[in-house]
């Protein structure tokens, strides 16, 4: 009987087993990407993320949530507007990257009127005067009879229906047809609808908004 030589005891060992068809390669490569996608879905679930996206849903699925958002997006519009930017220095130049230009928000500009005045303008168009006639014109307010009593029932301190309409026809007088202009400069409304996207019209949009939302949430019950 032939006796095998290193060299060729060698070379067998080193001959990579071949799988025995392509179907095992297949399944092979499946269980390698279920494998792989379990420790993707273990990672994903211990990393908390789930649990910030139903907490995030949970915040934004309130009529709240909607008029916030607005007030936020109408509030940085004009706030970008009347701080303006102050430049600081660039960054430097590293590994290729190019150098950019870093700039502030200018804050002294909060020690001038030509901030306030618009401010205090639009605070009053879009929030304190809709907010005053949503509390006293409230249509959610109702009564029923628990225990032989009549209560009131409160759903919202606001009535967010006629806080928007009410926002809608402020919105509508100052800054699109004027007739307010011997209570406020023209200039000051100008800067203001000047600062929102889409001009008013983008306020009267976020009014348009909430309305539908509010009467859809109000259907919902």
């Keep these: 009987m032939p006796q095998r030589t290193p060299a060729a005891s060698i070379i067998q060992r080193r001959r990579p087993s071949l799988p025995p068809s392509?179907?095992?390669?297949?399944?092979?490569?499946?269980?390698?990407?279920?494998?792989a996608y379990a420790?993707?879905?273990?990672?994903?679930?211990?990393?908390?993320?789930?649990?910030?996206?139903?907490w995030v849903r949970e915040a934004c699925s309130s009529l709240a949530a909607v008029h916030l958002a607005f007030l936020f997006l109408e509030a940085f519009s004009l706030g970008t507007e009347l701080l303006?930017?102050?430049?600081?220095?660039?960054?430097?130049?590293?590994?290729?990257?190019?150098?950019?230009?870093?700039?502030?928000?200018?804050?002294f500009a909060l020690l001038s009127g030509d901030f306030w005045k618009?401010?205090?303008?639009?605070?009053?168009?879009?929030?304190?005067?809709?907010?005053?006639?949503?509390?006293?014109?409230?249509?959610?307010v109702h009564?029923?009879?628990?225990?032989g009593a009549r209560i009131k029932v409160v759903r919202y301190d606001y009535d967010p229906v006629t806080f928007n309409i009410v926002k809608m026809l402020l919105t509508s007088a100052v800054y699109g047809n004027g007739l307010f202009d011997g209570l406020v400069h023209p200039e000051t409304a100008f800067r203001v609808s000047n600062s929102q996207y889409g001009g008013y019209n983008g306020i009267l949009m976020s009014t348009f908004v909430g309305v539908i939302f509010s009467?859809?949430?109000?259907?919902q019950r």
């Design 215 to 219: 009467i859809w949430e109000g259907t």
């Design 118 to 140: 618009p401010t205090i303008l639009w605070a009053s168009t879009s929030i304190f005067i809709p907010a005053l006639f949503a509390y006293f014109f409230n249509l959610t």
């Design 84 to 107: 303006g930017w102050k430049f600081v220095r660039d960054t430097p130049a590293v590994l290729g990257l190019p150098s950019y230009a870093i700039h502030v928000p200018n804050l």
């Design 143 to 147: 009564s029923v009879k628990r225990h």
């Design 39 to 54: 420790g993707l879905e273990d990672l994903y679930s211990i990393s908390g993320i789930p649990e910030t996206i139903d």
């Design 22 to 35: 392509p179907a095992l390669v297949a399944e092979q490569i499946e269980q390698a990407e279920a494998r």
